[in-house]
């Protein structure tokens, strides 16, 4: 198959060829391609590369690039899309993104498909860690069922690979990770899905968890996870030396919940940044939330920032528009920190929002930075696509001759109007292993 005129990233108009799931030829559209000092800078690591990028003259480039697709001839509202043989797509109109990587959901905890959950949990939010342990089997959240049906809308929406946290508790045991395990053995030929074990109730105030985890990793997640060892555990320090002696054992990485705020959140950050330096576990360990980092304290975020950089620590944020401090994403990738993108709590007993659409989260994400340039929307479309594959380490991504033939093409006048205008529906056309979906 090839699909014609369509525009990528950087605002060139391309033809990609595809042969079985493989994209075998991406080939300039004759006198459309920009000249080579609108390319976004190739090579090195992706830290490096954001860093460049963040510099005023990649910014430049960026601009110059939506700028030059802008004023370009492609017109979403007219271009219509045809198929002119099986074989070939006139995308013109449309925009090439890579598939979405989702590096923090939780799949066994969505009502997606069943009854709206009545939130009426008290102000509290340590008593909705309870409450949702307490009440899930009654309201029938079936891990398996739900992850199928969230997976099932992720792919139809262009995701491609996904990190989920999957809880471990007394109560449940590991019948919450056999679920999902299950389900990601049904999709295993559709998305790469990581697990993560996830001590949502606290790892050492609550004895037998830390067996469990164990456990967890030995049938088959792939991450140790964490949450807030100071807050869940009343002991930062034994929670997040059982966090990493759990990992160390079973020789594989780390991803944390951390809400914790201001100095608290530094704090326990700290412990994390020391931890993973002492075990030589640089470039193997995510913080998924890190608010601290975005409270107001003075010199609070900047040396952590630092610090983080320098023991390959990345960050998965949300954009949940509900909380009140969050890391600046800008400020991470200037100091070449990896950053991710992830929709978190999607229609579950935490938060009544969110539909499983990456593209919809880099909106949020975007708006909840304060993100308004075409420039700084394209970094966060990278923040919900290539950082995620970087950090999930998906094989042969992108849109290059070589890559897996995965990737969404949107109605739109270049790259940073898909983010900021999320076209769904017929206006969103997802290609999976060179399988055209819908
Ligand atoms: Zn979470």
């Not at 099986?86 to 009502?111: I, N, R, Y």
């Not at 993108?341 to 909106?363: C, H, T």
Request: hydrophobic residues 40%; contains cysteine; glycine residues 10%.
């Amino acid at each position: 198959m090839i699909i014609k005129n369509v525009t990528n990233r950087n605002g060139e108009r391309i033809d990609i060829t595809i042969e079985k799931s493989r994209i075998t030829a991406v080939t300039p559209v004759e006198g459309t391609a920009l000249q080579e000092s609108l390319k976004i800078p190739a090579g090195g690591s992706l830290g490096e590369s954001l860093k460049k990028e963040t510099t005023s003259s990649g910014y430049e480039k960026k601009v110059d690039a939506a700028k030059a697709c802008a004023s370009g001839n492609t017109d979403p509202q007219n271009g219509a899309l045809s198929l002119s043989s099986s074989d070939v797509l006139d995308a013109k109109g449309f925009v090439v993104l890579p598939s979405f990587v989702d590096t923090h959901t939780h799949l066994d905890k969505t009502t997606t498909g069943m009854d709206w959950y009545v939130n009426d949990n008290a102000p509290e939010l340590s008593s909705w860690v309870v409450n949702e342990r307490n009440r899930r089997t009654e309201l029938g959240i079936d891990p398996y069922r739900q992850a199928c049906r969230l997976i099932e809308r992720d792919i139809a929406q262009g995701t491609i690979g996904i990190r989920s946290h999957v809880d471990i508790d007394l109560e449940h045991g590991l019948t919450l990770l056999d679920g999902v395990m299950q389900a990601r053995e049904d999709y295993k030929d559709r998305a790469h899905i990581e697990l993560v074990a996830f001590p949502q109730s606290g790892i050492v105030a609550r004895p037998g968890t830390c067996e469990l985890m164990r456990d967890a990793m030995r049938i088959g997640a792939d991450l140790v996870g964490g949450i807030d060892p100071a807050l869940m555990d009343h002991d930062p320090v034994a929670g997040v030396n059982a966090i990493f002696k759990l990992a160390e054992e079973a020789d594989r990485p780390i991803d944390i919940h951390l809400h914790e705020p201001g100095h608290l959140g530094a704090f326990t950050m700290g412990l994390i940044i020391d931890r993973t330096k002492a075990l030589s576990m640089e470039g193997r360990v995510t913080i998924s939330h890190a608010f601290c980092l975005g409270y107001p304290e003075p010199g609070l975020a900047e040396p952590l920032i630092e610090r983080l950089k320098d023991a390959q620590i990345s960050i998965t944020t949300d954009g949940q528009a509900y909380i009140k401090y969050v890391p600046s994403v800008m400020q991470l990738i200037q100091a070449g920190v990896l950053i991710c993108g992830g929709n978190d709590n999607v229609r579950d007993m935490w938060s009544p929002y969110g539909s499983g659409d990456m593209l919809e989260r880099a909106m949020l994400i975007a708006m909840r930075n304060g993100l308004r340039r075409d420039d700084l929307l394209l970094h966060v479309l990278d923040i919900c696509t290539e950082n995620g594959a970087k950090l999930l380490g998906l094989p042969d991504y992108g849109i290059a001759p070589g890559c897996d033939a995965s990737f969404v093409l949107a109605r739109a006048h270049c790259a940073a109007e898909a983010v900021a205008q999320v076209p769904r529906g017929a206006d969103r056309i997802v290609f999976n292993h060179g399988k055209r979906l819908g």
